[in-house]
Nanobody, 124 residues
């Protein structure tokens, strides 16, 4: 079992930045790759960014390179750095863990553990 707790969300103006954190506890954190998803009101959950097998971070192309995922293994924490935020980035952001054997990175069913989410609101 892996427990995930997100933090760092809040209210930010258009063009601003936020760094979300996802603290992991429980079973060996290093056995999992991490990802971030988001869900806006009335919309389906969508992929944001994820760690990949080859070590290069993967982020949805639609984000235009504005979002970056990183990991601090010593702290069992994964981060999502979000820059140049837009009102359409407003959503609840979730971190999730998938087994390292899972090749697919950008769909929800690939992930077995989820946090409860943190709200990000971008004002215009």
């Amino acid at each position: 079992q892996v427990q995930l707790v997100e933090s760092g969300g809040g209210l930010v103006q258009t063009g601003g930045s936020l760094r979300l954190s996802c603290a992991a506890s429980g079973r060996t954190f290093s056995s999992y790759f991490m990802g971030w998803f988001r869900q806006a009101p009335g919309k389906v959950r969508e992929f944001v960014a994820a760690e990949t097998r080859d070590g290069s971070p993967s982020a949805a192309n639609a984000r235009g390179g504005r979002f970056t995922i990183s990991r601090d293994s010593a702290k069992n924490t994964v981060y999502l750095q979000m820059n140049s935020l837009k009102p359409e980035d407003t959503a609840v952001y979730y971190c999730a863990a998938r087994p390292q054997s899972t090749g697919v990175v950008n769909i929800s069913p690939a992930y077995v553990y989820w946090g409860r989410g943190t709200q990000v609101t971008v004002s215009s």
